[in-house]
């Protein structure tokens, strides 16, 4: 099956940015999507980026898409109390299945 | 944008017994909905995919007795999980969409415990 796999935890000071990094495996993936889950919820979408753009901008959030080496990033700048959360990153197969990677706890220190 | 709710938010129920988790696409018709399983600090894990009027795919290793899943209509798929055990207990979320780009839509997840 596919793979993704995303840093653990990541540490950021207020007013900083903050970048999370993803790599995936499969090369047919069609969109690559970051979510954010925050305790005891769902996932929300953050953002996604198709896989022939190599960038994607919004608002605070800057995805980067290296699709020669798999590797997908999500800049948060200026970082709020409000970002810490768990962050996934996932890619979509030819078949629309999402496979997950194993997410990244962001935690936001005055 | 669209909003895809889930019933009940926590169940706690004793082992033997089944239960029924159900997810609703709010404000938009959905022809596939998925089933994930989280575990604590762990991602999500697909169990299924369920297509409205058509059997579930499971995904291998999933039990589909065990697990079973409804879509009797565009904007309901239910899941029921069948002689619940302890190793049962987990948070189950379902998400619901389309085939467009970025069009699947995540419920707020239910909180299984199995005594």
């Known amino acids: 099956g596919e793979d993704v796999e995303q840093s653990l935890f990541l540490s950021v000071r207020e007013g900083d940015s903050s970048v999370i990094n993803c790599t995936y495996t499969?090369?047919?993936?069609?969109?690559l999507y970051w979510y954010k889950q925050e305790p005891g919820a769902g996932l929300q979408l953050l953002t996604y980026?198709?896989?022939?753009?190599d960038m994607k901008q919004d608002q605070r959030l800057t995805v980067l898409l290296n699709k020669k080496d798999k590797h997908l990033s999500l800049r948060i700048a200026d970082t709020q109390t409000g970002d810490s959360a768990i962050y996934f990153c996932?890619?979509?197969?030819?078949?629309?299945?999402?496979?997950f990677g194993a997410g990244t706890t962001v935690t936001v220190r005055a | 944008g669209a909003v895809v709710s889930q019933h009940p938010s926590r169940v706690i129920c004793k082992s033997g017994t089944s239960v029924k988790i159900e997810c609703r696409s709010l404000?938009?018709?959905?022809?596939?909905m998925f089933w994930y399983r989280q575990f604590p600090k762990k991602s999500l894990m697909l169990m299924a995919t369920?297509?409205?009027?058509?059997?579930?795919?499971?995904e291998q290793g999933v039990e589909k007795d065990k697990f079973l899943i409804n879509h009797a209509s565009l904007t309901l798929s239910t899941l029921t999980v069948t002689s619940a055990h302890p190793e049962d207990s987990s948070f189950y979320i379902c998400?619901?969409?389309?085939?467009?780009?970025?069009?699947?839509?995540f419920g707020p997840g239910t909180r299984l415990t199995v005594l």
């Open positions: 998400s619901a969409g389309d085939r467009g780009p970025g069009e699947q839509f």
């Open positions: 499969d090369s047919s993936s069609t969109y």
């Open positions: 980026i198709f896989s022939n753009m």
């Open positions: 996932a890619e979509r197969s030819n078949d629309y299945k999402l496979s």
């Open positions: 404000d938009f018709q959905a022809t596939t």
């Open positions: 369920s297509n409205e009027g058509s059997k579930a795919t499971y």
